[in-house]
């Protein structure tokens, strides 16, 4: 389950970016790595890549999961999923995160 597509990205990265939450779930419970970075991506997270998708259900099941709200990507490393969010102007992300 760990392993890593040629572009960095993890199973989970896969499932949050196509926004199919019923996959998330199977993998979330199958025990993958909530925090996996993507170093070929600036170091994002699943929980990045469901913050620029907007989708504030897939949100709050990666949250659910353990997700580390502070985690930082971009180069250098310092935009954290709060951040990001605010950057986009995702107001119910926000909420989410704060």
Do not use: R, Y
Request: net charge negative.
């Amino acid at each position: 389950m760990e392993i890593k597509a040629p572009s960095g990205n993890t199973a989970l990265h896969a499932a949050v970016h196509t926004g199919n939450i019923s996959i998330v779930q199977t993998l979330i419970n199958a025990g993958v790595k909530v925090n996996a970075c993507n170093a070929e991506c600036e170091g994002a997270t699943p929980l990045h890549l469901a913050i620029m998708g907007g989708n504030s259900k897939m949100l709050s099941a990666m949250l659910e999961a353990g997700c580390d709200k502070n985690a930082k990507m971009g180069i250098p490393a310092t935009l954290t999923p709060l951040n990001l969010a605010t950057d986009l102007g995702l107001k119910d992300i926000i909420c989410l995160l704060s």
